[in-house]
């Protein structure tokens, strides 16, 4: 950040510039436990401001505090700064008609998610299950607005921490994201810029949320990446992603998902690139995370299974929408979509526990996932399903309550209604 | 008995050269594979299972002829093919055939399926309207059926499922005995891989194809192989019948391997779910 950008800065909030703080800052790295009024950030979104209703005490030295949680996570909590993004409890992101739109070339739009629903409360774990090319990944993206270009979100409702994202100005939404909502992608090798060192990347959340600064993020880096179980954590810091094995750089992923303090983690696939080993220790070290800290987290996999090791309660999307919601034991006693039911009994090892024989057929769903061009206004799954009735192939389901805490598209249950669209 | 064995891998060795080595010449430093000795018989299926970066993909990389071991031989029915001259290496990549992890990346994403499955067949001299006449007939082997419509297509077009299955499609081109799979099922949705397994299990059944199954994935081994080897830092520390060592594993990492796969292993026990929620 270059002093000019600084005096930009001020100019934002107004302090007048014979300000007796200003006067004794030198800048924001001259001078490292001293912060400015307030930051800007150069992200890939563009210059971002950040503005913090805390002012450190101008001149005095603050050295990094040490964490009153020892190793464990949470350290970030000790940096001395904010509270929680904004105080609010409960109903902390929820996702209702969801529609993202691509556009296409002569004029018109894709709408490649339509129906996306689903609710994460405060401390809750919920997955998002589905095939690939089912939406699952960009409704997550959605929360904070970070479908990928040209797509964009074209209808619905989606309300992270009380704020509907539609609207949010890029500066609001950059405060979500790394602050409310984390995420941890499947590719850990993808995720890192492989020219940057492993401890810039990691504090860089904590940097645009709380205004780190360099020698604090050394520290903090560090002392997440001892967080999430890594050895050596000084020597990774200072060494570059390719350096780090698969485990390793999933591990230091989830540090830098964490360094925002943010209230909802994202996984997506976080497990599909690991050994067995590697994969439960992960899944056992997300567990205690989010029981240390009372996460919410938001898991997207293709793997019935996995989901059921993790979430308390299961949403099914296929094609774009969402087909099935319900609590997790519920939805794997009695599936009632006839897609959840293909899925479950897809495994290797089906429910009931018994392994099947080797040379057994495994079951698999026939055909496909159509793609949006198709979609039309029928049921989407009923060109693959065995209980397809003849309204399946003319109406299009709408997500009906089943109880208070199970919803499904489906005809085959009393009280479905047509739907539309 | 390496006369009669169909591949023969006698104690193998592969290093490789440091991380950061300014020189990349000559054997290299790292160990990545110390002793491996694994006998394939015809028509038999193998796992080779292990934790990550314990040599598996080396290994199969070797079985395959990609590279060349530094100690060790590879024999097929007796002819030693590896390291060896051109010319007898090229009976190594006809017995066998090596099925990548990821058939996006594994497949050329400009060249049509038809022509993908053709390549290894002109290759060989077989004449252009009978590649094409066998591409269908490979493809329609692992079940697709769309003929002329289907050849015509690029990866892209197909699903996860339907792209393994051309890729193997295109191993079994060159009518290979044995079939060395690297995480066959690792890329693909829950919903497809029954397809790849199904299909697996077919060729080595009705054709008589030797699969190696090189996967972290323990219960693809516990449906699909007869044998079980168990390769941790470059050596075999567990070797046996699969069933017998995925229910009682000797080895403390097999050990280890077998209890953290099992979710997957033994299916879902609702009361046993983990639930990290409070």
Redesign the interface.
């Known amino acids: 950040m270059s002093p000019k950008h600084v005096r930009q800065a001020r100019g934002v909030v107004g302090i007048p510039s014979h300000s007796p703080f200003l006067a004794r800052v030198s800048g924001p790295h001259e001078a490292p436990n001293c912060r400015p009024p307030d930051h800007q950030f150069f992200t890939a979104g563009g210059w971002v401001e950040e503005q913090r209703g805390v002012l450190a005490v101008g001149g005095q030295r603050r050295p990094p505090t040490p964490s009153p949680w020892g190793a464990s996570i949470g350290c970030c909590l000790s940096a001395g700064v904010p509270l929680p993004y904004n105080g609010k409890v409960a109903g902390l992101a929820s996702v209702e008609g969801l529609e993202i739109g691509f556009p296409r070339p002569p004029g018109g739009v894709v709408r490649v998610v339509r129906g996306g629903e689903f609710a994460v409360t405060e401390?809750?774990?919920v997955a998002l299950v589905g095939?690939?090319g089912c939406g699952k990944t960009l409704s997550a993206l959605a929360l904070t607005n970070l479908v990928p270009e040209p797509g964009r979100i074209v209808g619905g409702r989606v309300v992270v921490d009380g704020e509907e994202v539609r609207g949010l100005s890029e500066a609001r939404l950059q405060r979500l994201r790394g602050a409310v909502v984390g995420y941890l992608w499947q590719e850990p090798g993808m995720a890192f810029n492989p020219l940057l060192r492993v401890g810039v990347q990691v504090a860089e959340a904590g940097v645009l949320r709380y205004g780190w600064s360099r020698r604090q993020a050394d520290c903090r880096a560090v002392e997440l990446l001892r967080a999430v179980g890594l050895e050596n954590a000084e020597a990774l810091a200072a060494g570059y992603p390719h350096?780090l094995?698969?485990?390793q750089r999933q591990r230091a992923l989830l540090a830098a998902a964490l360094a925002g303090d943010p209230r909802l983690l994202v996984l997506d696939e976080p497990t599909?690139a690991?050994?067995?080993?590697?994969?439960?220790s992960l899944?056992e070290l997300?567990?205690r995370v989010?029981?240390a800290r009372?996460l919410a987290?938001l898991l997207i996999t293709?793997?019935?299974?996995l989901a059921?090791?993790?979430?308390?309660r299961v949403v099914v999307m296929y094609a774009g929408e969402t087909v099935e919601s319900a609590p997790?034991?519920e939805l794997?006693?009695a599936p009632a979509h006839p897609y959840t039911q293909?899925?479950l009994y897809?495994?290797?090892?089906?429910?009931?526990?018994?392994?099947?024989p080797?040379?057994e057929?495994?079951?698999?769903?026939p055909g496909?996932?159509p793609p949006p061009e198709a979609w039309g206004g029928v049921c989407r799954f009923a060109p693959r399903c065995d209980r397809a009735m003849a309204r399946c192939r003319t109406a299009h389901p709408a997500l009906t309550e089943l109880t208070p805490e199970r919803r499904v598209r489906c005809f085959l249950h009393a009280g479905a209604e047509d739907g539309g669209g | 008995m390496a006369e009669h064995t169909l591949l023969a891998a006698i104690e193998l060795g592969r290093r490789y050269p440091q991380?950061g080595a300014w020189v990349r010449r000559g054997p290299g430093t790292i160990p990545a594979l110390r002793g491996v000795t694994l006998r394939v018989e015809a028509g038999e299926s193998v796992g080779v299972v292990?934790?990550?970066?314990a040599g598996k993909s080396t290994l199969a990389r070797l079985l395959a002829g990609m590279e060349a071991p530094d100690e060790g031989t590879i024999a097929v029915r007796g002819v030693v093919v590896s390291p060896a001259p051109a010319r007898r290496r090229a009976l190594l990549r006809r017995t066998v055939q090596l099925v990548f992890q990821d058939p996006a990346t594994s497949l050329n994403p400009r060249q049509r399926v038809g022509a993908a499955v053709r390549e290894p067949l002109t290759v060989r001299g077989v004449g252009r309207r009978e590649a094409a006449q066998r591409g269908l007939e490979l493809l329609r082997l692992v079940g697709l059926w769309g003929g002329d419509a289907l050849a015509k297509r690029l990866p892209r077009d197909l699903?996860?499922?339907?792209r393994q299955r051309v890729a193997l499609a295109r191993a079994l081109a060159c009518e290979p005995q044995v079939l060395v799979l690297d995480e066959p099922t690792?890329a693909l949705?829950?919903?497809?891989?029954?397809?790849v397994?199904?299909l697996l299990?077919a060729l080595w059944?009705q054709r008589g194809v030797a699969l190696v199954v090189v996967t972290?994935?323990?219960?693809?081994v516990?449906?699909?192989?007869?044998r079980v080897v168990v390769l941790v830092d470059g050596t075999i520390v567990e070797e046996g019948e699969?069933r017998a060592v995925l229910a009682q594993p000797r080895h403390a990492t097999a050990a280890?391997?077998v209890?953290?796969?099992a979710?997957?292993?033994?299916?879902?026990?609702?009361k046993g779910?983990?639930?990290?929620?409070?």
Request: hydrophobic share 35%; charged share 15%; with cysteine.
């Open positions: 401390g809750d774990s095939e690939s350096q094995s698969g485990g599909s690991l050994d067995p080993l590697a994969q439960q899944l997300i567990g989010q029981k009372g987290v293709h793997d019935l299974q059921a090791r993790v979430a308390r997790t034991q794997l006693a293909a899925l897809c495994a290797i090892t089906p429910p009931g526990g018994v392994p099947r080797r040379g057929e495994l079951a698999t769903i496909r996932v | 991380r292990g934790p990550s970066g699903s996860g499922g339907e690792a949705d829950a919903s497809v891989r029954g397809q397994v199904n299990h059944r972290h994935d323990l219960a693809l516990a449906a699909l192989c007869q699969a280890a391997l209890a953290a796969s979710p997957t292993l033994r299916g879902w026990n609702l779910c983990a639930h990290v929620g409070p």
